[in-house]
Every structure is written in structure tokens, then in C-alpha cells.
């Protein structure tokens, strides 16, 4: 049976990957069907997904996409399909929460929403649990009315695991031989094995010549219940819970009151990480005071000129781009048996929402114009607050800045997003009373001055403090020098800006 159905789930791989990719069915796992590199759990599943039931129309199972690399499960955040609205391509189902951000489940082929299995609110569904059905005529709707989740992930699919794990333990002759004589099995034994279905072939005997007894047939079920595997989560039908709204609880004698806010995903892995990299990671720190008067005044004028509105962190951003080429060894990642250096930078800029901190990415800083940083930067904020992220716009990274100047800190010190080496964190802007060297035998030799302080936190793993203090220098110069930045294109990088009208 297991043969069997390997061999209908092979033809109908070969067919998702020789046509266009099936709704829900990743092609990797398309080609690890082909080749046979699927267990037998993803392959219960998945071919519950692309079965047809005999009772039912025509129709699709939807299974939770893979939207995130580090992805295991996700949340359904919010339908925007009811079931009997019809989609067309590149409409978004559903909103899933993953444990980066909330990404759109967007169709890539006409139908109609014909059975939602997992509501609005549905938390932790397994990667590739069915999530919907989907039919091609809308007059097929009305026969998933009392479609349940367990028919998309039937049971009688786990029976052949089960039978190739009783398949291994050969049978002694003597057993063998039981199963053809009467005398060989008790009669308590046989009318407790036909209870309990069990093959008498598989149970060895311990009474006379062999003869197989009751409590050999109890000790072969107990035996077999110790080696059986626990269940994977993806089979385990999903129980969509309503979320409820915070609410108020009374507060106790002598307490203040307090609410009790519940964790979306997105924070609940975003908490772990966090702990993982500050537990895991050995961070050191480096801080270097940069004056902005010069940048400052950049800025004035190139606001002059550019159609987009240019901000210090933008030009920030490009100074710590530049900072990287020019100091490879920070712009790298630690990845676990080796440390993987980036030639270009994608910069990751912190931005907080509604549904806490990420970090979209500007990719190739180091090779656009400051224009074009303040424009993309706009965009990929916009996204962020308005959930619009794609996942290539927020996976991966190879430094990533923090500026929490507008909050009016002195310091800001930020933990380590692994596999990246390190993150720069930004401070306000603020008038400083310095001593002018150029002054020092004069009646006022000093000068006021507007300076921020960048603090660069640093995984020890990939980053010494050698490195890390050749970057804060260079940093340094390019911020309160900008027009060195100027001249850190090179002239293939100029053509290259050109040619892709950046």
C-alpha cells in the first residue's frame, strides 16, 4: 500500500514540476517526492492536499505556505476571502503571521473560496496544514458546507506507516506455525488478539512448544506502544481558537490594577530571539561621538534639489554603507562553521510598528545615491507599519542600523541580529560645548558644536575590537566629512548606478 501510494504521489510531483507550481505545494517538496527525500509524515499530508474525495466536487486543499525561511508555523491574521467569494490571481486570501512579520497569501490561479478550515484568529498551524478549500465553480460551494478538517488529513493515510513499523521484527517459525495451528494458541489469546486486532503472526510464543498465551499478546501490544513514534504536530487536526480581547482584571487588595495583553507571534518568537542572541551571542560594544554640522548642512541642501525629502538617517545609512566596503570584516554574518563576508550591503533599518520592532532591508546601500535611499527607506517604512511586507524585503541583511534619535536618547545600544555581525545604534542629535584646539590661547577657545553618538554592538565570533574600531573611525570621517562619500564610488559602481538608473 505505502508503495502505491508513493509511486501516485511521484506522477503527480512530476507533473506539479513540469507544470505550473500547485496552490499550496511548495516545489521543493515537488522534487523531494521525485527523488523519494520525503518522510513519511509530509507525505501523508501532502497527499491529503492533492487527493480528491470521492464525495465532494472537484476541488483544492489549501495548505499553510512556507513564507519564512525559519518558518514552522504560522497565525491566520485575518480573511479577506468569505467562503463563496471567487479570487483571481494575485489576490490575497488571508494575512499569515509568521515569525518575521505578517505576509499575504496571495492566489496565483482563478477559483472560488469554497471552505475556510482555519478561521480568523487560528494560532500555531503547522507548516503545510491545510488551511482552505478551493473549488473552480462557485455552484460546488454548497457541497463543503460540513467539510471538516480531518477529511483534508485523513487518518486511514497513517495506516501504512504503521504496518511498515510491524513489518521489521520477523516472526519466529514457531509463530509462524501458530497462525495454522489451533493448538499452538490458546483460545484466551486468540479472542484477545481478534479484540485488539493484532496478528498472532507477529507474536512469539512463551508456553509449551511455542504455544502463544494472553499475556504474550498483552506484552507484544505493550512493546509496541513503547516503539511507536510520536505523532508529528502537522497531522494533528488544528483547533482554530477565537482570540479574546485583553481585559481588565480586578485588581487585588493593597495592588494596582493591571491588563494582561496576549503575545502575537510575531513577539513571542521575536522575545525568543532576542534571548537566544543576547544568551548565545558574546556582544562587546563600541561608541564613537561623530559631529553632524557638516551633514546637517548637506542636507539642507540637497533638500533643495531632491524630489524626495532626505533625512540624517538616510544619510547615515549611506555613511555606514560606505563604512562596510571600506571595512569588510564588519559587513559579515556568523554562520556556525564558518563566517560568510558580503561584498555589497544590505542595510537593515529598524523600524517600529503596531505589531512590534523589525528591520526591512534597503538593499545595496553602498551602491545608491542618497535620493534613492530616502526613497526606498520611505517605502519599505510605509510597508512595514501597513503589514505590506514581502518576505525578500525583510529576510536576510547583512548590517542593520538602529536610530532612535527622534525618542531625544543620549545612547542607544542594541542587541546583535544573528547571523549578521553586527548593528549600529544611533542617538540624538544634540548642541555641544567643545574645545577648539585652533582657539586654545585665546579668551574663548571654545566652540559649540551638534553631535550624536553611534554605538556599534559587535559579535565577538566574527568581529575583534580592532575591527570594530577601524569601523567607528571610518564611519567617523564619513559622517563628519560627507563629501569623502563621494569618492568612495568607484568608477564600475558609477556605471553600475547608470545602468540600473539608480
Given at each position: 500500500?505505502?508503495s502505491?501510494l508513493?509511486y501516485?504521489a511521484?506522477?503527480a ?6 507544470s505550473?507550481p ?5 516545489s521543493?517538496?515537488?522534487r523531494s517526492?521525485?527523488?523519494?527525500r520525503l518522510n513519511?509524515p509530509?507525505l501523508v499530508?501532502?497527499?491529503?492536499q492533492?487527493?480528491r474525495f470521492?464525495?465532494?466536487p ?12 525559519t518558518m ?6 485575518k480573511w479577506?476571502?468569505?467562503?463563496g ?10 494575512d499569515v503571521?509568521?515569525?518575521?512579520a505578517?505576509v499575504?497569501?496571495?492566489?496565483i490561479?482563478?477559483?472560488?473560496l469554497?471552505k ?5 484568529g487560528s494560532?500555531?498551524?503547522p507548516?503545510f496544514?491545510?488551511v482552505?478549500?478551493?473549488?473552480d ?5 454548497a457541497?463543503f ?6 477529511e483534508?488529513?485523513p487518518?486511514?493515510a497513517?495506516?501504512p ?7 521489521k521484527p ?7 506455525a501458530?497462525t495454522?495451528e ?19 503472526a507477529?507474536?512469539k ?5 511455542g504455544r502463544i498465551?494472553?499475556?504474550d499478546?498483552q ?5 509496541s506502544k513503547?516503539?511507536?513514534p510520536?505523532?508529528p504536530?502537522a497531522?494533528k487536526?488544528?483547533?482554530a481558537k477565537k482570540?479574546t480581547p ?7 487588595p493593597?495592588?494596582?490594577e ?5 503575545l502575537?507571534?510575531y513577539?513571542r518568537v ?7 542572541a543576547?544568551?548565545?551571542v ?8 561623530c559631529?553632524v554640522?557638516?551633514l ?7 533638500n533643495?534639489?531632491s524630489?524626495?525629502k532626505?533625512?540624517?538617517n538616510?544619510l547615515?545609512?549611506k ?5 562596510c ?11 556556525g ?10 542595510m537593515?533599518?529598524a ?6 520592532l ?6 545595496r ?5 542618497v535620493?534613492?535611499?530616502?526613497l526606498?527607506?520611505?517605502a519599505?517604512i510605509?510597508?512595514a507599519?501597513?503589514n505590506?511586507?514581502k518576505p525578500?524585503?525583510f529576510?536576510g ?9 527622534m ?7 542594541s542587541?546583535?541580529?544573528p547571523?549578521?555581525?553586527c548593528?549600529?545604534?544611533?542617538s ?7 574645545v577648539?584646539e ?7 577657545p571654545?566652540?559649540?558644536a551638534s553631535?550624536?553618538t ?6 565577538h565570533r ?5 575591527v570594530?574600531?577601524e569601523?567607528?573611525k571610518?564611519?567617523?570621517k ?7 562619500m563621494m569618492?568612495?564610488?568607484?568608477s564600475?559602481e558609477?556605471?553600475f548606478?547608470s545602468?540600473?538608473?539608480?
Open positions: 500500500m505505502l502505491r508513493l501516485v511521484k506522477v510531483a512530476g507533473s506539479v514540476v513540469r505550473k500547485y496552490v499550496g505545494f511548495p521543493v517538496i515537488a517526492l521525485m527523488t523519494g513519511t509530509q499530508n501532502i497527499c491529503g492533492m487527493r470521492s464525495a465532494y472537484t476541488h483544492k486543499v489549501l495548505a499553510m505556505p512556507n513564507l519564512s525561511p514552522t508555523k504560522g497565525t491566520i491574521a479577506y476571502k468569505k467562503e467569494d471567487s479570487f483571481a490571481p494575485g489576490d490575497v486570501l488571508c503571521e509568521t515569525d518575521k505578517t499575504g497569501f496571495e492566489m490561479e482563478n477559483g472560488v469554497a475556510v478550515l482555519c478561521p480568523t494560532k500555531d498551524v507548516l496544514a491545510p482552505a478549500v478551493i473549488v465553480n462557485a455552484s460546488d460551494v457541497a458546507q460540513n467539510f471538516k478538517i480531518e483534508a488529513a487518518a486511514k497513517k495506516a506507516e504503521k504496518k511498515v513499523e510491524e513489518k520477523e516472526p519466529k517459525p514457531e509463530a509462524k501458530a495454522g489451533r493448538s499452538l494458541v490458546s483460545p484466551s489469546a486468540k479472542k484477545f488478539a481478534a479484540e485488539h486486532k493484532i496478528d498472532l507477529l507474536v510464543g512463551t508456553g509449551p512448544r498465551l494472553k499475556e499478546v506484552a507484544y501490544i505493550d512493546s513503547k516503539a511507536e510520536a505523532k504536530a497531522e487536526p488544528v483547533e482570540p485583553p481585559k481588565p482584571v480586578a485588581a487585588l493593597g495592588l494596582p493591571f491588563l494582561d495583553i496576549e502575537t507571534n513577539k521575536a522575545a525568543e530571539r532576542l534571548t537566544e543576547k544568551q548565545t558574546p556582544h562587546f560594544y563600541v561608541s564613537v561621538d559631529e554640522d557638516k546637517l548642512e548637506l542636507r539642507e541642501k540637497l533643495k534639489a524630489k524626495s532626505i533625512s540624517i538616510d547615515l545609512v555613511a555606514a554603507a560606505l563604512a566596503r571600506k571595512v569588510p570584516d564588519a559587513n559579515a554574518a556568523w554562520m562553521t564558518f563566517i560568510r563576508r558580503y561584498k555589497d550591503v544590505d537593515c533599518v523600524v517600529q510598528t503596531p505589531n512590534g523589525i528591520a526591512p532591508i534597503v538593499p546601500a553602498n551602491l545608491k545615491g535620493e534613492q535611499i530616502a526606498d527607506t520611505k519599505i510605509e510597508k507599519k501597513a505590506k511586507l525578500e524585503e529576510i541583511g547583512t548590517f542593520t542600523i538602529s536610530n532612535a534619535g525618542f531625544g536618547i543620549s545612547q542607544l545600544i542587541i546583535v541580529n547571523p549578521q555581525a548593528i549600529l545604534g544611533v540624538q542629535v544634540e548642541k555641544m560645548l567643545l577648539d585652533s582657539k586654545i590661547k585665546t579668551d574663548q571654545w566652540r559649540i553631535r550624536l553611534g554605538t556599534l554592538s559587535c559579535d566574527v568581529v575583534d575590537g580592532a570594530a574600531s569601523w567607528t571610518e564611519f567617523k564619513l559622517v563628519e566629512n560627507p563629501n569623502l569618492l568612495q564610488m568607484n564600475l558609477q556605471i548606478l545602468l540600473i538608473h539608480i
